[in-house]
């Protein structure tokens, strides 16, 4: 299969244009697998491209219950696009059967949530049931005063949004401990062992510039500098707008990855750093100097010493991730990655095209969704380290520009969750083409 690179510094190749993309596609027309998104391993049926779904199917958890909830609420914003009210009736049903899963399985979702956390799930639950019981209701009235326009609509999906992030604050609770093993030979290197969120406000330079803050094809406001007028979302005086992306890292998923990634953050690494790519596919940073090098992050406590991060991809059929090959390397092309390049905010750690290892500090955010990029046909699934999604804030992701500054980076939640390495391990050496020597 083509391959494609995430440039390192000046060292790997760009990514081609979507056209490019789309062609290679053609050329390896792997058709059965575009079921696989139907179908929906990695993410399901409609939740497959929403970040906030593909986390919660990312937990290792396999209560059956407690994703047919998920599976129902997830098809919510689908049934909103039709037009006007015609697809209230479905919601109705789709209310009425969740609430009918919690009521029926209460315990059987209960027995998987772990000791000290049954008392918080049961209140959850409770909760759960009211909400869908007031969703079905606002419904009911928006669809018997014919009110289907888009204010209604947004409502409805964030109402269904709400309740579905409860959900998966219940499965959450579920997860025992930390239920993956990573190999010794990376002891040297930070982990995260569960989940963390991290915040990173960017100043976005608004000189002669539209803030158009859209994803796909929904743009939600205008910003534009003109000396002449003031006030109002049009037309502002400011140079810069500052905007907070916050970052679900998954360190269940990808633990050595995640691991490096919020311990720069809690080191203030990024803070002051530039947004050093960003074109129609991506956009990219984390290079402490673009021009001379080093490209990663120098380990004050190892003699300045490169930390450089494996390869590290989970498959869904898989307890633990995979390290140090890509999925073609292994002839796994057809597996799906736990955290597929399917959503629109797909954070990876970026890395030298024939390296597999050269990861250290710099990433990327997809700036695709899955109509381009469906899993297990897309090329960047099982070739680059994903570790997280853009859970707020991803409408302004496509307005970055080479140059807009990153104000500051900080981990929000799960910093206990950060376990440093073993100052007594040595840091893992790689040869060359990326294997472990």
Request: net charge negative; charged share 25%.
């Amino acid at each position: 299969g083509a391959a494609i690179a995430v440039g390192v510094g000046s060292v790997g190749a760009a990514l081609p244009p979507p056209a490019e993309a789309a062609a290679a596609l053609a050329a390896n027309p792997a058709v059965p697998e575009v079921a696989r998104l139907i179908t929906g391993e990695g993410g399901k049926g409609a939740g497959a491209k929403d970040p906030e779904a593909l986390l919660r199917y990312a937990l290792p958890i396999s209560n059956e219950p407690s994703r047919e909830v998920q599976a129902i609420l997830e098809e919510v914003p689908e049934k909103l696009k039709t037009p006007g009210t015609k697809g209230f009736n479905s919601i109705i049903k789709a209310a009425g059967s969740a609430n009918g899963v919690i009521k029926k399985d209460r315990n059987a979702i209960l027995k998987d949530v772990t000791s000290t956390n049954k008392t918080a799930a049961a209140a959850i639950l409770d909760d759960i049931s009211a909400d869908l019981v007031a969703l079905k209701d606002d419904v009911s009235t928006k669809k018997d005063n014919n009110k289907g326009g888009v204010g209604p609509k947004d409502q409805i999906s964030e109402a269904s949004k709400d309740i579905l992030r409860k959900m998966g604050a219940v499965e959450a609770m579920m997860v025992d401990g930390f239920p993956v093993s990573i190999p010794d030979k990376y002891a040297a290197l930070p982990r995260l062992e569960g989940r963390a969120t991290v915040a990173i406000d960017v100043d976005i330079s608004t000189k002669g510039r539209v803030i158009s803050a859209s994803v796909g094809n929904v743009s939600t406001s205008y910003y534009l500098r003109n000396e002449g007028k003031k006030g109002g979302t049009n037309y502002n005086a400011q140079d810069t707008l500052r905007v907070t992306f916050v970052i679900d890292v998954d360190g269940y998923s990808a633990p050595i990855t995640s691991g490096q990634f919020v311990d720069l953050v809690s080191k203030g690494f990024y803070d002051g750093m530039d947004v050093q790519r960003a074109d129609d596919f991506v956009v990219q940073t984390g290079d402490p100097d673009p021009r001379k090098g080093p490209h990663g992050f120098l380990d004050p406590e190892r003699e300045d010493a490169l930390r450089n991060v494996p390869l590290e991809i989970k498959r869904t059929v898989d307890k633990d991730p995979i390290y140090e090959a890509t999925f073609e390397d292994l002839g796994y092309t057809l597996d799906t990655p736990q955290l597929p390049f399917n959503a629109f905010g797909t954070v990876a750690m970026a890395r030298e095209q024939f390296n597999n290892n050269s990861g250290s500090s710099q990433f990327f955010v997809l700036l695709k969704e899955s109509e381009i990029t469906p899993t297990g046909l897309n090329l960047l699934d099982g070739s680059y380290s994903t570790f997280g999604y853009v859970v707020e804030g991803a409408e302004f992701l496509g307005d970055l520009r080479p140059g807009d500054k990153i104000v500051g980076a900080r981990v929000v939640d799960g910093m206990d969750n950060l376990k440093a390495g073993d100052p007594n391990a040595p840091l893992p050496e790689f040869d060359e083409f990326g294997g472990l020597l």
